[in-house]
């Protein structure tokens, strides 16, 4: 039985020494003689491990010699294969996978420590360092460009040692420029639920577009300055409507897409509002010391009320019934919709797209209840939640039942609109525009000769006067017309003359005012009459 010769990849000679049979006096080695001999006269034996000999007839060692003859047995050879090694371009072939996590989609794993690719591309990284200062672990996370994971690693560095030493200033963000920014934190909003409304998309677009571009677009945004931001206020600040200006309409332009000749505070308001928006997150993102937008403050509103006492948008209750009674004349298919929104105080995207039938039907008939649980502000695109992210479950009495009821069967017979699961569908079985009533009640206004402007956010306003006409209590008022605050119930709110003078009353009366008027006859004085200076 031959030993084994194990030739490992390093090239190691291994013998694995097989078990030995137990020695006779047969396979005995004799003893060696002191004699030395000659390889002439000495006969070989078979098998002999004494001696051995090369081709060329010379003496070799026995060790050798057994090397020799292991190495020519090629069954007893075995390989020892290399171990395996990971191939560099199979480390990381698996499929890539995305998680929601510090408000980013970064990859499961981090490309190095601190650092992991975001799914938009580029790297997210984030670590904590003890600031010398407080004494406590600081986090700094930011978002970059690139591709290198090491570029974003040796980033990450700069920003710990920062934090470490605080005299050293932190790196220089990447130059970011503001339109790519900008549409790039528009798509995050609306990638994590932030921004649902189709409407309020639509106004990002266009601030971005027609105003905030235009401005800043070319600018790196950590290189913006204030005095950048506060020279283009001043510029929309000239162009701002005076209080005594009415509203006007430029002519020549889509119906839809109507722009002012002048605007008001409100609207250059709304622009930098996103603009504070855009370049706050920017900052927050880059951890930057210096933000351009401290120390600029919103366009003054006091000279332009949205609501005054000639013009409320709101009814009294008498002018409430007059109203709803026009309506009914005029136009019946949109009578159940704003006898709706007068009794609950609904915005009428929240009306649109409520279900009569269906599996997810909206109106409980033989409940009598109505659930409030969507909006729909543009297109067929429908919110599964309303403004305030609130749901409602209303409890209507009889009477408007009643009324929700005669509409549906009054509704045109028609297949597109049977097909229609909506309360209030339009005449092709779809959602009525949102200008669906505007015409209707300028319609009905003029009818009744009625001054002041009403629109169908009157609906909203009214419901809070009609609401404190029946006494009831604003906690059950908030809960049906969904104001989250008492501050936004209020500026919902007309208080009339009536309800001042009544409330007024029972005030002087519980008071003792007229009491106090009165003097005692006995000491010579006319009661009712006031002593005083006047003559």
């Not at 798509?187 to 800043?216: C, M, N, Y």
């Not at 332009?304 to 004349?329: C, D, G, I």
């Given at each position: 039985?031959?030993?084994?010769?194990?030739?490992?990849?390093?090239?190691?000679?291994?013998?694995?020494?097989?078990?030995?049979?137990?020695?006779?006096?047969?396979t005995?080695?004799p003893t060696?003689s002191?004699?030395?001999?000659?390889?002439?006269?000495?006969?070989?034996?078979?098998?002999?491990?004494?001696?051995?000999?090369?081709?060329?007839?010379?003496?070799?060692?026995?060790?050798?010699?057994?090397?020799?003859?292991?190495?020519?047995?090629a069954?007893?050879?075995?390989?020892?294969?290399?171990?395996?090694?990971?191939?560099?371009?199979?480390?990381?072939?698996?499929?890539?996978?995305?998680?929601?996590?510090?408000?980013?989609?970064?990859?499961?794993?981090?490309?190095?420590?601190?650092?992991?690719?975001?799914?938009?591309?580029?790297?997210?990284?984030?670590?904590?360092?003890?600031?010398?200062?407080?004494?406590?672990?600081?986090?700094?996370?930011?978002?970059?460009?690139?591709?290198?994971?090491?570029?974003?690693?040796?980033?990450?560095?700069?920003?710990?040692?920062?934090?470490?030493?605080?005299?050293?200033?932190?790196?220089?963000?990447?130059?970011?420029?503001?339109?790519?920014?900008?549409?790039?934190?528009?798509?995050?909003?609306?990638?994590?639920?932030?921004?649902?409304?189709?409407?309020?998309?639509?106004?990002?677009?266009?601030?971005?577009?027609?105003?905030?571009?235009?401005?800043?677009?070319?600018?790196?945004?950590?290189?913006?300055?204030?005095?950048?931001?506060?020279?283009?206020?001043?510029?929309?600040?000239?162009?701002?409507?005076?209080?005594?200006?009415?509203?006007?309409?430029?002519?020549?332009?889509?119906?839809?897409r109507?722009?002012?000749?002048?605007?008001?505070?409100?609207?250059?308001?709304i622009r930098?509002?996103?603009?504070?928006?855009?370049?706050?997150?920017?900052v927050?993102?880059?951890?930057?010391?210096?933000?351009?937008?401290?120390?600029?403050?919103?366009?003054?509103?006091?000279?332009?009320p949205?609501?005054?006492?000639?013009?409320?948008?709101?009814?009294?209750?008498?002018?409430?019934?007059?109203?709803?009674?026009?309506?009914?004349?005029?136009?019946?298919?949109?009578?159940?919709?704003?006898?709706?929104?007068?009794?609950?105080?609904?915005?009428?995207?929240?009306?649109?797209?409520?279900?009569?039938?269906?599996?997810?039907?909206?109106?409980?008939?033989?409940?009598?209840?109505?659930?409030?649980?969507r909006?729909?502000?543009?297109?067929?695109?429908?919110?599964?939640?309303?403004?305030?992210?609130?749901?409602?479950?209303?409890?209507?009495?009889?009477?408007?039942?009643?009324?929700?009821?005669?509409?549906v069967?009054?509704?045109?017979?028609?297949?597109?609109?049977?097909?229609?699961?909506?309360?209030?569908?339009?005449?092709?079985?779809?959602?009525?525009?949102?200008?669906?009533?505007?015409?209707?009640?300028?319609?009905?206004?003029?009818?009744?000769?009625?001054?002041?402007?009403?629109?169908?956010?009157?609906?909203?306003?009214?419901?809070?006067?009609?609401?404190?006409?029946a006494?009831?209590?604003?906690?059950?008022?908030?809960?049906?017309?969904?104001?989250?605050?008492?501050?936004?119930?209020?500026?919902?709110?007309?208080?009339g003359?009536?309800?001042?003078?009544?409330?007024?009353?029972?005030?002087?009366?519980?008071?003792?005012?007229?009491?106090?008027?009165?003097?005692?006859?006995?000491?010579?004085?006319?009661?009712?009459?006031?002593?005083g200076?006047?003559?």
């Amino acid at each position: 039985m031959g030993r084994e010769v194990v030739v490992c990849h390093r090239s190691i000679v291994r013998f694995s020494r097989p078990a030995r049979p137990p020695r006779t006096a047969g396979t005995r080695r004799p003893t060696a003689s002191a004699r030395p001999y000659s390889t002439g006269g000495s006969p070989s034996r078979e098998g002999a491990e004494g001696t051995a000999r090369t081709c060329s007839g010379g003496p070799i060692s026995i060790a050798f010699s057994r090397v020799i003859r292991l190495l020519h047995r090629a069954r007893d050879i075995r390989l020892c294969p290399p171990p395996k090694e990971a191939h560099p371009m199979k480390t990381k072939q698996q499929k890539a996978t995305y998680v929601n996590r510090w408000g980013y989609e970064i990859a499961l794993t981090p490309a190095l420590p601190g650092v992991w690719r975001k799914k938009e591309g580029g790297y997210l990284v984030r670590g904590r360092a003890t600031d010398p200062r407080t004494k406590k672990q600081r986090e700094v996370m930011r978002a970059l460009d690139g591709d290198d994971p090491a570029v974003a690693y040796s980033h990450l560095q700069e920003l710990l040692r920062a934090v470490r030493n605080p005299t050293v200033a932190a790196p220089t963000p990447s130059k970011v420029l503001f339109a790519d920014y900008g549409v790039s934190l528009l798509a995050r909003k609306i990638d994590r639920g932030e921004i649902k409304s189709a409407k309020t998309r639509r106004l990002w677009g266009d601030v971005l577009a027609q105003h905030l571009v235009p401005a800043f677009g070319t600018f790196a945004v950590h290189e913006i300055r204030r005095a950048d931001i506060q020279k283009w206020l001043d510029a929309q600040a000239t162009g701002l409507r005076k209080p005594e200006e009415e509203r006007v309409l430029v002519a020549n332009t889509p119906k839809k897409r109507s722009r002012v000749a002048k605007v008001a505070p409100r609207t250059v308001n709304i622009r930098l509002a996103i603009l504070r928006v855009i370049v706050n997150a920017f900052v927050e993102e880059h951890d930057l010391d210096r933000n351009p937008m401290r120390g600029i403050h919103p366009l003054d509103t006091s000279d332009h009320p949205t609501y005054t006492e000639e013009e409320p948008n709101s009814l009294t209750v008498e002018e409430a019934k007059r109203f709803l009674s026009k309506m009914r004349e005029l136009c019946p298919q949109h009578f159940a919709m704003t006898a709706l929104g007068f009794a609950t105080g609904l915005r009428p995207s929240t009306l649109r797209p409520l279900r009569r039938k269906g599996s997810k039907a909206d109106v409980l008939w033989d409940e009598g209840v109505l659930l409030v649980r969507r909006s729909q502000t543009v297109g067929d695109e429908v919110m599964n939640t309303t403004k305030t992210r609130q749901r409602q479950r209303i409890a209507i009495p009889e009477d408007l039942v009643a009324i929700l009821r005669w509409h549906v069967d009054t509704l045109p017979e028609d297949e597109e609109i049977e097909k229609s699961e909506l309360l209030f569908p339009s005449d092709l079985g779809g959602f009525r525009a949102p200008s669906a009533l505007d015409k209707p009640f300028a319609l009905v206004r003029k009818a009744l000769g009625l001054r002041k402007r009403i629109t169908p956010r009157a609906m909203r306003r009214t419901f809070q006067d009609l609401a404190r006409a029946a006494a009831v209590g604003d906690l059950v008022t908030r809960s049906i017309s969904g104001h989250a605050t008492e501050e936004m119930q209020r500026h919902y709110s007309t208080v009339g003359e009536t309800e001042q003078r009544a409330s007024l009353a029972r005030v002087v009366s519980l008071a003792g005012f007229r009491e106090a008027l009165r003097v005692d006859e006995s000491k010579g004085e006319v009661v009712g009459k006031v002593v005083g200076n006047s003559p």
